[in-house]
């Protein structure tokens, strides 16, 4: 019985080959946990991002028809009450909630930390509809100042994925030659297309209130004419 309960005693360890095949096991699962969390993490960023631009051009909207089709003002992220501002049409209460739908999660973790309100959020140029001081000069329009002259409000970006460090936080057009900025000037801190946080694009509001992902591809093609950033307005 001795001999039998050694035997049964030598067999209830793991030999140092079966610890490693378990540990590999585990460490594999773990991976596998790891890139599903992310994936998951991503996608769920991806829609709370949607969720956030689609809120800005439905507040943009609103303030549009109060104000005889006026599109709003460089200062859209302004408290409520400022002029051109479009945040006193955001469901939420506090100035903390709205800040929140200024900032695309993605971005947030990513360490961009964004402008003023923390916001990641810009601003189609040809989408504001007041003049703006720059340098010391008036700056005037650069398209469209109401909504009702954009023959395709589909297809024109409202608000978008944007870290412009300027003070109007708006977009112009996309330049894929070095860093993307508005108007040729400033930096989104994209190096190239490569680093956007939307599985290779950007996600922006359009002005019938839709929102959607725009890969990079379209955006290195759509020109400062296009219809992405001009819905087919033309001031000619």
């Known amino acids: 019985m001795n001999r039998l309960g050694n035997a049964a005693g030598s067999r209830a360890g793991f030999t140092l080959v079966e610890l490693l095949v378990v540990m590999g096991i585990v460490a594999i699962l773990g991976a596998l946990s790891f890139a599903g969390l992310s994936e998951m993490r991503s996608t769920a960023g991806n829609a709370a991002c949607l969720s956030n631009i689609r809120q800005l051009a439905t507040a943009g909207l609103l303030y549009s028809a109060d104000h005889n089709s ?15 501002s479009i945040l006193g049409y955001l469901p939420q209460g506090s100035r903390e909630l709205r800040k929140g739908v200024l900032t695309c999660p993605l971005l947030a973790r990513a360490n961009r930390p964004g402008t003023g309100y923390g916001r990641t959020y810009g601003q189609n140029t040809y989408a504001i509809g007041s003049p703006w ?23 024109m970006i409202f608000f978008g994925d944007s870290l412009n460090p300027k003070w109007v936080a708006a ?20 190096q190239d297309t490569g680093e956007l946080p939307h599985q290779r694009g950007l996600q922006f509001a359009f002005l019938d209130g839709s929102a959607r992902r725009v890969a990079a591809t379209d955006l290195t093609t759509a020109g400062s004419t296009s219809e992405l950033w001009r819905g087919g307005y033309s001031s000619e």
Do not use: H, M
């Open 171 to 190: 977009w112009s057009a996309y330049d894929y030659s070095g860093t993307i900025g508005p108007q040729g000037v400033g930096s989104n801190n994209y």
């Open 70 to 84: 006026l599109l709003p003002a460089k200062n859209w992220f302004a408290e409520p009450g400022v002029s051109g």
């Open 133 to 155: 001081e720059a340098g010391g000069n008036v700056v005037e329009p650069y398209g469209p100042t109401r909504l009702a002259q954009i023959p395709f409000p589909s297809r």
